[in-house]
């Protein structure tokens, strides 16, 4: 269901004709998804996935590409887009912009094991180190400030209970955060949920689907990250998995004190926004397509369970044993 534009094989053929990757053996859309038409890509030289945008995001795509390829520059397990034989990757096709990428190996982790969660925490930390000097801009759309606007149009939807949870929860965070930004900065993914990573056993094949790809506060990232790979089904932490990952990633990059002290409240934020995006998918804009959309209540029962516990205590560096750099 991930194929909103169907292509020939014809149209394929010639688009390939512009890269120097060889010709066609096999094309095959991606089932998985949900925002834009996926393609598998084989050819005589090697194995690729072409993604066609269908959404009218074409404006922020040579931010994406420019930080792809400073990522893959910089050795980052990512797929960096491939370029065509005038160096250029930002491509149109069936009157979408299109982007070819090697594909990687590895399946989407269900479950991780804690060394998939040391080497998730060491590429995420090697990531922050050098997304810090990247040039590019572009404000986080989920930070803060949207969350105090997009709050107002899923309120009716919500019980007095949850509709009082939020907004205090955002007060809260607007008098914490205020208005400047002291935290480290740089480009972040935005969305690096388990989904957007492939592992080929415990090794890191890449992560994938930038496109929440933005720049802000890197400890935004990590809070995103650390809620979504080290929480167990009932929303509490696996304290195995939530040290494995962040012993990792500070052996990288240790967080500043600040860092240390908003971190509890990091944590509440992000699993708000979750809970809010979801929630706009559910009552407000649902996609076209028939996909079950993400249970918002998940969301907003972490944030529950974060109020109530706070963060666990914050481990010192433990480098994993993979380390490349
Ligand atoms: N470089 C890659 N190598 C291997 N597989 C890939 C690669 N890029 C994407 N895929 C596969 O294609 C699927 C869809 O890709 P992607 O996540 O970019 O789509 P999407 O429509 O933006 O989905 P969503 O936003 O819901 O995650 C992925 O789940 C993954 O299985
Ligand atoms: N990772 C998101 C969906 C894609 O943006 C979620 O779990 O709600």
């Not at 590019?136 to 949207?146: A, E, K, M, T, V």
């Not at 480009?187 to 094949?205: M, P």
Request: charged content about 20%.
């Amino acid at each position: 269901m991930a194929v909103f534009t169907p292509l020939t094989e014809t149209q394929v053929e010639r688009f390939l004709e512009r890269f120097a990757i060889g010709t066609l053996t096999t094309l095959e859309g991606v089932p998985s998804g949900t925002e834009n038409s996926t393609f598998f890509v084989t050819t005589d030289q090697g194995r690729f996935v072409l993604t066609l945008f269908e959404q009218g995001e074409s404006d922020e795509l040579p931010f994406f590409v420019a930080l792809l390829d400073y990522l893959d520059e910089h050795r980052l397990p990512v797929a960096g887009p491939v370029h065509d034989r005038d160096g250029v990757a930002l491509q149109e096709l069936a009157e979408r912009p299109a982007l070819l990428f090697p594909r990687l190996p590895g399946r989407h982790p269900e479950s991780p094991t804690l060394a998939q969660c040391r080497e998730l925490g060491d590429a995420l930390g090697r990531m922050h180190k050098v997304s810090q000097r990247f040039e590019g801009q572009r404000p986080n759309p989920r930070d803060l400030h949207w969350l105090a606007s997009a709050q107002h149009k899923v309120m009716s939807y919500l019980s007095e209970a949850d509709q009082r949870l939020m907004g205090d929860e955002i007060d809260a965070y607007q008098g914490i955060f205020g208005d400047a930004s002291h935290l480290p900065q740089g480009a972040i993914h935005g969305d690096l949920f388990r989904d957007n990573t492939l592992f080929d056993g415990d090794r890191l094949g890449g992560i994938i689907d930038f496109y929440n790809g933005c720049t802000g506060d890197l400890l935004f990232d990590l809070a995103i990250v650390v809620n979504d790979w080290t929480s167990t089904a009932d929303g509490n932490f696996d304290d195995a998995r939530y040290t494995a990952l962040l012993g990792a990633y500070q052996a990288r990059r240790p967080l500043t004190e600040t860092e240390q002290s908003l971190w509890p409240v990091m944590l509440r934020m992000t699993a708000l926004r979750y809970w809010l995006s979801r929630l706009l998918v559910v009552y407000v804009d649902p996609p076209a397509h028939d996909l079950t959309p993400k249970d918002p209540s998940q969301y907003r029962h972490m944030l529950l369970k974060r109020l109530e516990h706070g963060a666990p205590p914050l481990p010192s560096a433990s480098p994993s044993p993979s380390h490349t750099l």
